[in-house]
């Protein structure tokens, strides 16, 4: 039954991590082919290829986890557990605050507010999406300082007085997850904002239309719609997501019992593979050369056959 089990969970995390390295790859060569065929690229698919960068090496480290975990555990040594580990929260944390970068950006182009700090911040967007991502990297540093000094003390357990060591662990145990719910929590909530103003600056969009006797079908409420469904999509996926990484963090011997050994690394690939497969098809150039490509490899298969 164990082996029967790993075997789908396997063919299950062998497919998500092939499909969303796929569109992730997909996203940032279509984006590198036009930035080198118009010399310049948009904040927006700037945003995105970075995104996609991201998710491919946080699937890597991923799919590396689960392969010592599950297939090599002798070679999962406290030094390579702690390389892995501050290797997926690095590429999880840009993966995580670009695309709340992107919702960011979504707000300040498409709604409108009379707010003068809201059209302060709209007429320097790109500056502050920048800033948004310098500012966030303390609490990266914060991070992979908190888990090298946590491996360090680890490997040098056995020395010295074990009751400091013990505490000093605990401490920095807790200044992990403190750091990481934070690092988790504040992007969710930003993105949940974002959708909240989006929805309100649509309302009185619709509004001032019926006012003047117009319909809402314009294309400033197509963009504001278009907006919400990319946003709502990473909300929904990252607050699964989140919920599976706290899970894991609040009970780590789950994560050394079956099923939870195979069912918890099968899960977290959801997120970085399907939400980028919904970027595809919200992006009308992506979407575009994905069809291409669908078609090109049917012919192919045409030709073959």
């Known amino acids: 039954m164990i082996t029967l089990l790993s075997t789908i969970f396997s063919i299950l995390g062998i497919i998500q991590f092939v499909l969303g390295n796929f569109a992730n790859g997909f996203i ?3 984006n590198c082919i036009d930035w080198v065929k118009r010399q310049k690229i948009s904040s927006t698919d700037g945003i995105v290829t970075a995104m996609a960068v991201s998710r491919i090496v946080l699937l890597c480290v991923m799919l590396i986890h689960w392969y010592l975990i599950l297939f090599n555990p002798a070679l999962y040594s406290l030094k390579v557990r702690t390389i892995v580990q501050v290797a997926w929260t690095i590429s999880n944390h840009y993966s995580t605050w670009l695309a709340t970068s992107l919702s960011i950006f979504y707000l300040l182009k498409i709604a409108n507010f009379s707010s003068l700090t809201f059209l302060h911040l709209k007429l320097r967007v790109k500056s502050v999406v920048l800033m948004m991502l310098l500012g966030t990297s303390l609490i990266l540093v914060s991070q992979v300082a908190v888990i090298s000094i946590s491996g360090t003390i680890q490997r040098s357990e056995y020395e010295g007085n074990f009751t400091q060591k013990t505490k000093l662990r605990d401490i920095l145990w807790l200044s992990h997850v403190t750091l990481f ?18 929805i309100f600056s649509l309302q009185k969009h619709v509004r001032k239309m019926q006012l003047n006797g117009k319909g809402f079908q314009d294309p400033s409420s197509k963009v504001h719609i278009k907006a919400m469904h990319a946003v709502v999509s990473f909300l ?20 050394h019992e079956e099923p939870f050994i195979l069912l918890f690394p099968t899960v977290e690939v959801i997120y970085p593979s399907v939400h980028s497969f919904i970027l595809i098809w919200g992006n009308r150039k992506l979407t575009q050369a994905f069809l291409l490509f669908l078609w090109q490899l049917g012919c192919w298969l045409k030709d073959r056959k």
């Open 181 to 198: 719910i934070l690092g988790n929590l504040i992007p969710f909530t930003m993105s949940l904002t974002s959708f909240l103003l989006l």
């Open 236 to 255: 929904l996926l990252f607050a699964f997501y989140f919920l599976v990484l706290i899970i894991s963090i609040w009970s780590p011997k789950k994560l």
């Open 28 to 30: 940032a060569l279509v």
